[in-house]
């Protein structure tokens, strides 16, 4: 059995073990006998997608410098499979194959100049992009970044990025990363990276460029709002992300997570046996802060979540029609006793993020005060690819505890805190709806009908001059919603 052979027979060896075993003497490569035993054990593919296939070889045999290695074709049709079969909605067939075949075409090479897993990865790349923001094909270096980033440890600059149009868009920098201190915003646009343009780069490209060892600096330009495009040098780093910070504001205790890896579930538990030691029977509210968080893992959010509720739902996930539901629920004890709370999110809070404040929110746990939420209401789910790589693949949607997709929605704050130039007409400001190739949303805005402050008119907390702490302080403080809001809303509001 060759080498390549071993590695399928790893990755499937649940699912496809035998199948693998058997075509071993065939002249097939060993993709393709995966390919041929999913043809073998599942519907057939329509013969119009067949045809596209088809199409999609066509540029394979004129681009490729070996076009006799079939082992990388064959990997894009099991890829594609694997697309087909799983993603959230169903799939133009016509629409994909014509994004994999302008990967290749676009690069302007010439015919049988490009090595066969390049020009598949190229294909790939473009071809997932063109499904949504959030799915994507990553290489083996990629691949094995991921489990970086959920263990809670990576190298780079700290920053959660995404395309916007031709550039890239800050998420939101990571709390106490070398992007947080050096200045950078959520809603930031970057331009170049050390004088090279984005524009016409894929974020795969632009990650790389990113890279680079510990200590090593980088330029990047920047574009914001009322200002001109400047410079800002970060110099990179090991990111150790310490998931849960705390502390505590008199009777009250305050707990920033913020993202959600594999270390939120026991940081939560420490930080409130923590707060607990240090305030006793004094303690009169908590305060989650999920501002910028752009998300992590399901489980850890589900985790964070049941930690405070006695019972329900807290989300559920549905696959394409609404298949393969899959329901979370609380179990009983809550760590603080139905002791007060409130959760903290803006623009920049998103997905896992938007899963605890709903949750908490719909079972009125919390009062969840700040700006609507990102709206990142898909799960994407890292499928292994054979001999290296995987596609990262929207496969589901999330729905809250009162069976509403989170999708280009997010959530609605109780109270929305607004600053004297609203945040929410700030261009900067953009959300998962306006992400191009977004998800639509399935339900309607609530967001007019809601409360609002201003943040200037709450008491400002720390060196930071944190206004909207300084909301939620007073808030727990007030005893009530209605209490504080007679103190705080605008006359006419309340």
Not at 20 to 36: E, F, K, L, P, Y
Not at 337 to 361: F, K, R, T, W, Y
Not at 426 to 455: F, T, V
Request: proline share 4%; charged share 25%; glycine share 8%.
């Amino acid at each position: 059995m060759t080498q390549a052979s071993r590695a399928i027979a790893g990755i499937f060896m649940i699912s496809f073990v035998a199948l693998v075993i058997t075509a071993c003497v065939t002249d097939q490569s060993a993709i393709g006998r995966v390919v041929m035993a999913l043809n073998e054990n599942s519907s057939p593919l329509p013969q119009s997608t067949q045809q596209e296939l088809l199409r999609f070889e066509e540029t394979y045999n004129a681009y490729a410098q070996d076009a006799s290695d079939r082992e990388r074709l064959d990997y894009f049709n099991f890829a594609y499979r694997r697309v087909r079969a799983s993603y959230v909605y169903d799939v133009d067939d016509r629409a994909l194959i014509d994004a994999a075949i302008a990967g290749v075409t676009d690069k302007s090479h010439a015919p049988n100049s490009v090595m066969s897993q390049i020009l598949v990865e190229d294909a790939l790349h473009k071809m997932l992009k063109a499904l949504d923001p959030h799915s994507s094909y990553l290489d083996a270096e990629e691949f094995r970044d991921t489990f970086a980033n959920t263990k809670g440890e990576f190298g780079g600059l700290g920053i959660q990025i995404t395309m916007d149009g031709e550039l890239v868009k800050v998420i939101s920098p990571i709390e106490g990363t070398p992007a947080e201190r050096a200045g950078m915003l959520a809603g930031d646009l970057i331009t170049h990276i050390d004088t090279i343009p984005v524009k016409g780069k894929n974020l795969r490209e632009v990650v790389r460029l990113m890279r680079g060892k510990a200590g090593d600096p980088v330029v990047l330009t920047v574009r914001r709002p009322n200002a001109d495009d400047f410079d800002m040098r970060i110099v990179r780093d090991i990111i150790e992300v310490k998931s849960v910070r705390f502390s505590v504001k008199d009777d009250i205790g305050y707990i920033r997570i913020t993202r959600f890896n594999e270390k939120t579930k026991s940081g939560i538990q420490e930080a409130i046996s923590a707060i607990k030691d240090e305030i006793g029977q004094r303690l009169n509210g908590v305060i989650i802060d999920l501002r910028n968080n752009p998300g992590g893992l399901l489980n850890q959010s589900v985790s964070v979540a049941d930690s405070f509720l006695e019972n329900g739902k807290i989300v559920a996930i549905k696959g394409r029609d609404g298949r393969n539901e899959r329901s979370y629920y609380a179990d009983e004890g809550d760590l603080i006793d139905d002791i007060p709370m409130v959760i903290l999110v803006n623009q920049g809070s998103a997905s896992a993020s938007e899963i605890v404040a709903s949750a908490l929110q719909y079972h009125g746990r919390a009062i969840v005060m700040g700006n609507r939420t990102f709206g990142k209401g898909s799960v994407q789910t890292i499928m292994p690819m054979p001999l290296e790589g995987a596609l990262r693949l929207t496969t589901a949607l999330y729905y809250s505890a009162s069976n509403q997709t989170l999708q280009a929605l997010g959530v609605t704050p109780d109270i929305i805190v607004i600053q004297d130039t609203d945040l929410e007409s700030m261009p900067n400001r953009r959300r998962e709806a306006d992400l191009p190739g977004a998800i639509p949303a399935q339900n309607e805005d609530e967001h007019a009908s809601k409360p609002r402050i201003s943040e200037s008119a709450c008491p400002a907390i720390g060196e930071t001059n944190d206004h909207i702490l300084g909301c939620a302080i007073e808030y727990l403080r007030s005893g009530n919603q209605e209490a504080f809001l007679k103190r705080y809303a605008p006359a006419g509001q309340g």
